[in-house]
């Protein structure tokens, strides 16, 4: 328990931080990719196979990730919160400074480490979605966003919002 509080704290998170599990495995799982790939470009005789396995590993990660995140992103939407593309991917009024700092730097650093190691592991390009599905993850579960407000939508009695039909206006 306390590894887990000293990480975090490096981090400048505190306990209390909402989805700091997600902002240390973001960190976690670049530093993880980024020293393998590196091993990899520098052409260190078994890295080629590790650095490939941990690229599509993290690749499938970041899929499952990215199911995940929309899900969630779904039915916050249907709770009716008014979710944007920009506010739960880029976090952008939706997460505290500091968490956002985090998770948008890892997304920076692992897109350098996988320019950088393009020229010997093309397949690295792909971790690329894990830490912005991270993010998206972070925004879709601990995001804030306002109630939507879209005169499109009616209010129901649960809390839940539903689309209006335009029936009757000349459609089929």
Avoid at 35 to 54: H, K, L, Q, R, Y
Avoid at 105 to 120: D, E, K
């Amino acid at each position: 328990m306390k590894t887990h509080v000293a990480n975090a704290a490096r981090l400048g998170l505190d306990r209390e931080t909402p989805g700091r599990t997600i902002v240390e495995f973001a960190v976690v799982s670049a530093v993880a990719y980024g020293a393998v790939a590196a091993g990899d470009a520098a052409g260190i005789v078994g890295f080629e196979v590790a650095a490939t396995v941990a690229a599509l590993a993290l690749f499938g990660v970041g899929m499952v990730v990215w199911l995940l995140a929309f899900a969630r992103a779904l039915r916050r939407s249907t709770e009716g919160h008014d979710l944007a593309v920009a506010s739960m991917f880029f976090l952008q009024g939706s997460a505290p400074r500091a968490v956002r700092a985090r998770l948008l730097g890892v997304v920076v650093v692992v897109l350098v480490l996988t320019i950088a190691t393009l020229a010997s592991n093309p397949i690295g390009f792909l971790v690329n979605m894990l830490p912005i599905g991270l993010a998206g993850l972070w925004g879709a579960r601990h995001g804030t966003y306002p109630e939507r407000t879209d005169p499109r939508y009616t209010g129901r009695t649960d809390g839940r919002y539903r689309q209006r039909t335009h029936q009757g206006r000349g459609g089929r």
